[in-house]
């Protein structure tokens, strides 16, 4: 084979266009999952497509997010779900039964495949060398429709990995000065292919924790190439005959090469609240603790929680410090009990919680006010814990539990020192990844074969077609890497509305300014100013419906990350990129207006429009689309431009 892995992948689902950087392209998709926070709108979407069955190799939808049900509304949802994968044709994992990524890793994960996701973290298999990437959901019920996914070729960089981690330092450190190296946005636009004899050091569970996280960077994806390693990994599955050998060309070329060398990284630790605040764990040693949690889709497999029980084994956890092991799966749960860890942790002082995302996104395990939690999860944006000004770091288990048993941010590395026989647990693979399959429904055995909503569970609502004139207030004027959860809050209370567009809409930037969805509608719509990596985080298309619904018309930002960007022109609202100087003379309060007719104007290529602004100055604004994108956005999104083409292709899929 020739090429990067990238490339050879992507060559072979190529449907559409060329494999050359920032060019777009259509490729087949192999594999599709969603979750229950965006499932709901992707089988709704599914629906308004008139589909009626999946296409694809595999769909999979699993319940993870709020499997609490604190809310009868939530577990409306988990009802549908369960009846739409049964009416349509996926696998549907029973809430409770794990986090997504970790549970499509222990089921269906298979190197050489394409996959698409309905949440950002779907890239996690490319450590066994799938290419996965997350996006909107109506993007994956598309595919699942059988339609391409379209997207922008990426550049991809090599990450040559060199030498061998150090003891106690972790594939979670790897990741951590990824980020610390490029920050939040370094990977907007690329995949990252990690080569190098560094790669063969590195046991499939610890590169799906660097490929998981690869997200917080930006990037497209990860991908690690496959070697005895992942044949051996499936093989403890009882799946190995998924196996294919997957390497990049010797020759292959690459548009970017970062070397690191593994021998020379040290324990790290992101420092409140952004997943780039990576600093040594040294370097805040002494940091009082209150809260530990291990678990999330990065660093909650059975693997990530077996080092937190040796080490453990026979202590007790500081009483200054709770901590709590939220397993990423069932499997995870069931295996460590039959093990006899879980009496062990339990008898340490450690609480368990379901297998769920919970915590994660504040759904359990709030921090006390003016607390700091050391988590092993993979974003620690302010107020995601589910309290304002929380204070969250981001660590290995390893961190976690040292800090645990301390109370407070230590070294392991010291910790060894002080402490007699507590020796680096390091990865151990169980022989057999054994469990129960009691919670996964296959689509051959479905339990239901018509969808049941529940009354919370409404209509998708649809936008209308550009009109020739864009204007509007400037309603909101935000700073640099806004993220997702400040657009539309994952917490308890919004999120048994995510199949409630009014009802969530409620909710729109409320994280930023209270009294945004009042204005909003006050104001009959308007549009938003934003600085670099406008978006970043979640998939969840919400971030555009609920504005959409709102009447937001577009957003105009220094730079937009990719997953938003994609779902703006879903849902027909224009992503305008801006220059600083534009940036700063814009105030919120502001007229806005394209000088252009704007419609017309998107629809036939125009690159670059004229903003007034109170009818006073002008700037030059940049639309950067391709023509798919020119015709979604002008004809207000996907969905009704889709359904206009009713008709005129055998698949709505094709756009
Ligand atoms: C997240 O980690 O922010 C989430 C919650 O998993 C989201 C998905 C969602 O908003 O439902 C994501 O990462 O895409
Ligand atoms: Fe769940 Fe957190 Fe992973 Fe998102 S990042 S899928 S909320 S565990």
Redesign the pocket.
């Known amino acids: 084979m020739s090429g990067t892995l990238t490339e050879q992948i992507l060559g072979d689902h190529l449907v559409e266009g060329s494999l050359d950087p920032g060019e777009e392209i259509g490729i087949e998709i192999d594999q599709v999952l969603s979750?229950d926070?965006?499932g709901t709108m992707v089988w709704l979407q599914f629906e308004a497509l008139d589909l009626d069955e999946v296409q694809l190799e595999l769909a999979a939808q699993y319940c993870d997010?709020q499997t609490y049900q604190f809310d009868y509304k939530n577990t409306d949802d988990h009802r549908f779900l369960r009846s739409a994968a049964g009416t349509f044709g996926a696998y549907f994992s029973r809430p409770g039964n794990g986090i997504c990524h970790q549970v499509h890793k222990e089921h269906f994960a298979a190197p050489g495949r394409t996959m698409l996701g309905a949440?950002?973290?779907t890239p996690t298999p490319g450590g066994l060398g799938e290419f996965a990437i997350?996006a909107g959901g109506l993007d994956v019920a598309v595919a699942m429709g059988g339609g391409p996914y379209y997207f922008d070729m990426p550049k991809v960089v090599n990450v040559r990995l060199e030498g061998e981690l150090g003891p106690w330092t972790t594939a979670k450190d790897v990741i951590l000065e990824m980020l610390r190296r490029l920050s939040v946005k370094g990977g907007v636009g690329k995949v990252f292919e990690y080569t190098g004899p560094g790669v063969a050091t590195l046991s499939v569970p610890e590169r799906t924790t660097i490929t998981n996280m690869g997200t917080e960077l930006g990037a497209t994806t990860s991908i690690f190439p496959t070697d005895e390693h992942t044949e051996d990994f499936l093989r403890r599955l009882g799946r190995e005959e998924v196996y294919e050998e997957l390497q990049p060309a010797d020759d292959a070329e690459y548009d970017d090469e970062i070397v690191i060398d593994l021998s020379t990284i040290e324990p790290l630790i992101a420092v409140p609240s952004m997943p780039d605040n990576v600093v040594p764990v040294r370097e805040v040693a002494g940091t009082p603790v209150d809260q530990v949690i291990i678990g999330s889709c990065t660093n909650g497999a059975y693997e990530d929680i077996l080092p937190a029980a040796k080490m453990l084994e026979g202590r007790e956890i500081n009483k200054t410090t709770e901590m709590i092991i939220a397993p990423a799966s069932k499997q995870a749960s069931e295996m460590l009990a039959r093990h006899g860890w879980t009496a062990e942790l339990m008898a340490a002082g450690v609480n368990f919680s379901e297998a769920t995302?919970g915590a994660?996104?504040g759904i359990g395990h709030v921090p006390a006010s003016d607390s700091v939690s050391v988590r092993t999860f993979n974003?620690n944006f302010e107020g995601r814990s589910g309290i304002d000004g929380d204070s969250v770091y981001l660590s290995s288990p390893e961190v976690a539990t040292a800090a645990a048993i301390t109370g407070e941010i230590v070294d392991p590395r010291d910790l060894a020192e002080e402490l007699d026989g507590l020796e680096d647990p390091g990865i151990e693979l169980p022989e057999r990844y054994t469990g129960s399959t009691a919670d996964i429904i296959s689509p051959d055995d479905p339990v239901d074969d018509e969808l049941i909503k529940g009354p919370n569970i409404s209509e998708v609502p649809l936008q209308e077609p550009l009109a020739e004139e864009l204007r509007g207030e400037n309603l909101l004027k935000m700073g640099d890497n806004v993220t997702?959860?400040h657009i539309t809050p994952?917490n308890a209370d919004a999120l048994m509305f995510r199949s409630n567009i009014p009802r969530y809409a409620e909710f729109t930037l409320t994280r930023i300014d209270s009294s945004f969805p009042d204005r909003a509608k006050a104001a009959g719509g308007g549009v938003l100013v934003a600085g670099e990596n406008y978006g970043q985080?979640?998939?969840?298309e919400h971030a555009a419906l609920c504005p959409m619904y709102l009447g937001v018309e577009a957003v105009f930002a220094k730079s937009f990350a990719r997953i938003h960007k994609a779902n703006l022109f879903n849902f027909g609202l224009v992503p305008f990129r801006i220059d600083e100087d534009t940036y700063d003379r814009i105030e919120q309060g502001d007229e806005l207006a394209i000088v252009d007719d704007v419609g017309p104007t998107i629809r036939d290529g125009a690159e670059t429009f004229t903003l007034r602004v109170n009818d006073d100055w002008e700037a030059e604004v940049v639309l950067d689309a391709s023509d798919r994108e020119r015709r979604l956005v002008a004809a207000g999104g996907k969905l009704p431009y889709t359904k206009q083409q009713a008709g005129k292709a055998d698949t709505p899929a094709d756009d």
């Open positions: 979750q926070t965006t997010h949440d950002s973290h997350g995302c994660c996104i974003r997702t959860d994952a985080g979640s998939s969840r």
